[in-house]
C-alpha cells in the first residue's frame, strides 16, 4: 500500500465548491438529518410539482422499500434540456468525437431539444407509451443521448445492451424486459473497424421469444453500406425523424416512475435487469457530476465509458446535461489511429475534467511516458478513475503523465446499483492516498462487517456494506423485488450489501480490496463466473467448468477456466479455440476466457461441491495459501492441478 498522501493544494481548495470544513458539516448535516440536506439538493432539478415528502426508505427484508422525493413531479429529459434553453441554448451540450479524428460533431442544447423531441414523437408513433420499456443497441453516437433522452422525455423506460454483448445476451435482455422497440445502428465504427451491429440484432430475432416480442427495429445509418432488411420490423431512423414534428410536450413523471433499467452480473443466476428511478437518480447524478469534477459553467468535461454502462448513463448523459454541461461523447477507442488519441481529444477540445478506466491508464502507461506525443493538456484541472481498484503505479502515472503532477484524481468507487458516485474525494476537501477511493459521498455511510454481521471500528478489513439508503440507489430488480431483497439485504439485515471487499485506515479512508463474491472485473467490466461457466457448460465437450478470476497486468483481472472434459473429447489447442469462440458468442468478447486449463478433475468436498477458493490460489500462483485441503473427496486432484496450471505470462 502506498504510503505518499497528496494534501489538497491551496489553489484547487480556494476555488472549489467545497473544501474540508464544508465536507465535514455537509456530511455531518447529510447523516444526521437526510431530509433537510436532501430536501435542499432536490432543488437542484426542476419539478413540475414539487416534493413535500424526501425519506422513506427501508432496508427491512420483509419489506425492501426505497422512495425519495415521492410526491414530487418531473422529467428528466426537461431537467437536462428544456429547463436550460433560455440561458444556454446556444451552449454546446455535446461534443461529439467520431472515430475518425476527422469527425466530430458540437451539438447546442437547442439541437439536441429538438433531435430529441423529433424522436420521442418518433417512439410515439411506433406505439411506445409511458411505461413501455425500449432496448438501446447502439454504438458511441450521438443518437444514444438521444434516444435515450427521447425515452425519458415519454416515460418510457430504456434498457441499454452494451454493443459488446453477444446476440444471445440482446435476446435475453429483450425478453427480460419485454422490449417491443430496439434501437440500432446498422453498423459501429471502432478502431477504423466496421462492426456489423444490426446483423447482431437480426440473430439475437432469430429466438422465438424475443421475435414474438419485437415489433420494430430502428436502425440508424452510421456507415454507409448495405445491411439485411425485414420490411417487417426494420425501419430507418433517419427517415423517421426527418418526418417527425419538433414539438413534444415532456411527460410528467412520478419521482418513483422508472427511467432506466441496465442489467449487471451477480454472483448467480442470469443478469439482473437493475431498476432506477426518475426523481433521486437525477438528484444524485447531478450533485456527483458536480462536486466530484468541481464543475463549474463553461467547463469541458469527457467521460470516456460507454453509454452501454451505468457510467455512461450517469456521468455522459444525465449528470452533465442536468447541470447544463458540455460533455464529450468519444466513439473510438485509445489506440487509434495511434496511442496520443486521448491526448489529441482533450487538446483539440480543451478537456478540462477527463473520467476513465484503470486499464485505459494501464494500457497507455504501457507505452512509455510519451505516450499522450506533444499533445497541449494544459486544460486539464481534475481527473476521474471508477470501474476497478486503481494501483499506485498506475495512480502515479496518470497523476505525473496526463495530469503533470497538477491534477487531483478522483477515485470513485460506485456500482450499477448505486446510480452515482459513493466513495470518493472531492478535488477541494480531500487529501489524496494513491489506491484509496477515500471517503464516502453525503449521505453516504459504508461500515466494515465481519462473516456474522457483525459492524467492525477502526482501522480494520471486511465485508463493505451501507447502513442506510441514499437517492441514487437502485429500487428493485426489474419484475423481481424478491430477488433484489435477497441479493443485496438478506446476507446482512438492515444493510444493503455491495459484494466488495474494503480497508479502513487509521485516516477513516476506504481501500477498496475487490469482490467477495464470485464477481470478477475485467478492464472494469462486470462479469458473473457462474455466467461463463453456464456457457462453458453449454458446449457438447465440456462436463464441469470452473471460473476464476486471477491478477492481470492490463485488465485487472484476467478469466481462468478450469474445464473438465465429457468422455470421448481430447483436449487440443483446437478444442481450447472453439471453447473460446463459443464463450463469445454465448456472452460477448468480454467474456472471452484468457487461460483454460484442461483438467481431469475438480478439487470437490465430499458433498460435492468445488472448492474455488483453491482453483483461485493456483490461478494466481498462491500455492502456499491454500489452506487444508483434506477435507477433499480426492486431495490429489490439486496435484495435478498445479502441475498443469496455465501460465500467466
Ligand atoms: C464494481 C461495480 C462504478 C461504475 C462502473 C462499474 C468495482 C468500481 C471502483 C473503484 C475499486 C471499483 C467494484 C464494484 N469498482 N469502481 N473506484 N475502486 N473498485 O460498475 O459494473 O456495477 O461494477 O466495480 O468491485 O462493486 P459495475
Request: glycine share 10%; hydrophobic share 35%; net charge negative.
Amino acid at each position: 500500500m502506498s504510503e505518499k498522501v497528496y494534501p489538497v493544494s491551496p489553489e484547487v481548495a480556494a476555488q472549489a465548491h467545497i473544501d474540508n470544513a464544508k465536507y465535514e458539516a455537509m456530511y455531518e448535516q447529510s447523516i444526521n438529518d437526510p431530509d433537510t440536506f436532501w430536501g435542499e439538493e432536490g432543488k437542484r432539478l426542476d419539478w413540475f410539482k414539487p416534493y413535500t415528502k424526501v425519506k422513506n426508505t427501508t432496508f427491512d427484508p420483509h419489506n425492501v422499500s426505497i422512495r425519495w422525493f415521492e410526491d414530487g413531479t418531473l422529467n428528466a429529459s426537461y431537467n437536462c434540456l428544456d429547463r436550460h434553453l433560455e440561458t444556454r441554448g446556444d451552449q454546446v451540450a455535446i461534443i461529439w468525437e467520431g472515430d475518425d479524428p476527422s469527425e466530430s460533431e458540437s451539438i447546442t442544447y437547442r439541437q439536441l431539444h429538438e433531435r430529441v423531441c423529433r424522436f420521442a414523437n418518433v417512439l410515439k408513433g411506433q406505439g411506445v407509451k409511458k411505461g413501455d420499456v425500449v432496448t438501446l443497441y447502439l454504438p458511441m453516437i450521438s443518437e444514444a443521448a438521444v434516444a435515450m433522452l427521447a425515452c425519458t422525455r415519454i416515460g418510457a423506460v430504456h434498457s441499454i445492451v452494451f454493443g459488446g454483448f453477444s446476440p444471445e445476451a440482446l435476446a435475453a435482455r429483450i425478453e427480460g424486459s419485454q422490449s417491443k422497440v430496439v434501437v440500432t445502428s446498422n453498423y459501429s465504427l471502432r478502431g477504423g473497424k466496421v462492426v456489423p451491429l444490426k446483423a447482431n440484432v437480426d440473430k439475437a430475432l432469430t429466438h422465438p421469444a424475443a421475435a414474438a416480442l419485437v415489433e420494430s427495429v430502428i436502425v440508424v445509418k452510421r456507415v454507409d453500406q448495405d445491411v439485411a432488411w425485414n420490411e417487417k420490423v426494420d425501419v430507418w431512423y433517419e427517415g423517421l425523424v426527418a418526418a417527425a414534428s419538433t414539438e413534444c410536450a415532456p411527460e410528467e413523471m412520478e419521482a418513483e416512475a422508472p427511467m432506466f433499467i441496465l442489467y449487471t452480473s451477480g454472483s448467480t443466476g442470469a443478469p439482473k435487469g437493475l431498476e432506477h428511478t426518475t426523481g433521486g437518480y437525477m438528484v444524485y447524478a447531478a450533485m456527483t457530476h458536480q462536486l466530484a469534477f468541481d464543475y463549474k459553467d463553461g467547463d469541458i468535461y469527457w467521460c470516456t465509458a460507454d453509454v452501454g454502462w451505468v457510467t455512461g448513463h450517469s456521468y455522459i448523459v444525465y449528470g452533465p446535461l442536468a447541470n447544463g454541461g458540455t460533455s464529450v461523447m468519444f466513439e473510438g477507442v485509445p489506440n487509434y489511429p495511434d496511442n496520443s488519441r486521448f491526448g489529441r481529444v482533450i487538446e483539440k477540445h480543451k478537456v478540462n475534467q477527463l473520467y476513465t478506466a484503470p486499464t485505459a491508464i494501464r494500457s497507455l502507461m504501457q507505452q512509455g511516458e510519451d505516450v499522450l506525443g506533444d499533445s497541449d493538456l494544459s486544460s486539464l484541472r481534475i481527473l476521474g478513475s471508477v470501474g476497478e481498484p486503481i494501483n499506485p503505479e498506475a495512480w502515479n502515472w496518470y497523476h505525473r503523465i496526463v495530469g503533470q503532477g497538477r491534477c487531483p484524481i478522483v477515485d470513485t468507487w460506485w456500482q450499477t446499483e448505486t446510480g452515482g458516485m459513493m466513495i470518493l474525494p472531492l478535488p477541494g476537501a480531500t487529501a489524496l492516498k494513491p489506491g484509496s477511493a477515500s471517503r464516502p459521498f453525503f449521505g453516504v455511510q459504508p461500515a466494515l462487517l465481519d462473516a456474522d454481521g457483525n459492524e467492525l471500528e477502526g482501522a480494520v478489513e471486511g465485508n463493505l456494506v451501507i447502513k442506510d439508503s441514499w437517492p441514487g440507489q437502485s429500487r428493485s430488480i426489474w419484475g423481481d423485488h424478491e430477488r433484489f431483497t435477497q441479493t443485496y439485504f438478506t446476507t446482512y439485515k438492515g444493510y444493503y450489501t455491495t459484494g466488495d471487499g474494503a480497508r479502513r485506515d487509521e485516516d477513516g479512508y476506504y481501500w477498496i480490496t475487490g469482490r467477495v463474491d464470485d464477481v470478477i472485473n475485467v478492464s472494469g467490466h462486470r462479469m458473473g463466473t457462474a455466467e461463463v461457466e453456464s456457457a462453458l457448460v453449454a458446449h457438447p465437450a465440456v462436463a464441469e467448468a470452473a471460473v476464476v478470476g486471477y491478477p492481470h497486468e492490463l485488465k485487472g483481472q484476467g478469466i481462468y477456466v478450469y474445464v473438465t472434459l465429457q468422455s470421448g473429447f481430447e483436449q487440443s489447442d483446437e478444442l481450447m479455440k472453439e471453447l473460446r469462440l463459443h464463450v463469445r458468442k454465448e456472452i460477448g468478447p468480454i467474456a472471452s476466457p484468457d487461460l483454460i486449463q484442461f483438467s481431469p478433475g475438480m478439487p470437490k468436498t465430499r458433498s460435492g461441491k468445488i472448492m474455488r477458493r483453491i482453483l483461485r490460489k493456483i490461478a494466481e500462483d498462491d500455492f502456499d495459501a491454500l489452506g487444508d485441503t483434506s477435507t477433499l473427496s480426492d486431495p490429489s486432484v490439486v496435484d495435478d492441478l498445479i502441475e498443469h496450471r496455465m501460465n500467466r505470462k
